[in-house]
């Protein structure tokens, strides 16, 4: 499923982050062990290393899983998308984001 170095979309303590495979990992396991990045502040589609660098998710939480040769590692500790999987990220982003303020708006409404 996941070779080392891998890069992928998944959900990470319930925000859409960007992760890297810290080691092989075959369809079998429920669980991955990455590291996880987050956009950087400019306009260019780097990711930095979040604050929790290494994380274990479920398999589930997975959104998507990039080739390998769409995937440009800078220096150590950060990343760059080609466009088309930077616009992918995007896209899959404002869609959680929009279900979170639907559920939200949703459950505020509940208390009017």
């Known amino acids: ?3 080392y170095g891998s890069v992928a979309v998944a959900l990470v303590q319930r925000r859409v982050m960007v992760v890297q495979a810290s080691r092989p990992h075959d ?3 429920r669980y991955l062990d990455v590291y996880t990045f987050t956009p950087s502040n400019d306009t260019n589609r780097t990711f930095l290393v979040s604050d929790t660098p290494c994380a274990r998710i479920d398999s589930n939480d997975l959104l998507t899983v990039f080739d390998d040769e769409n ?3 800078i ?3 950060v990343l760059e998308l080609p466009q088309k999987a930077y616009d992918e990220f995007s896209e899959l982003s ?3 984001n929009r279900r979170f303020d639907a559920v939200w ?3 505020k409404g509940k208390f009017r």
Request: charged letters at 30%; glycine letters at 0%; zero cysteines.
């Open 94 to 96: 404002s869609r959680k």
């Open 27 to 29: 369809k079998s396991e």
């Open 75 to 77: 220096p150590h500790d």
């Open 71 to 73: 995937v440009m590692t």
């Open 105 to 107: 708006a949703a459950w």
């Open 1 to 3: 499923m996941l070779s």
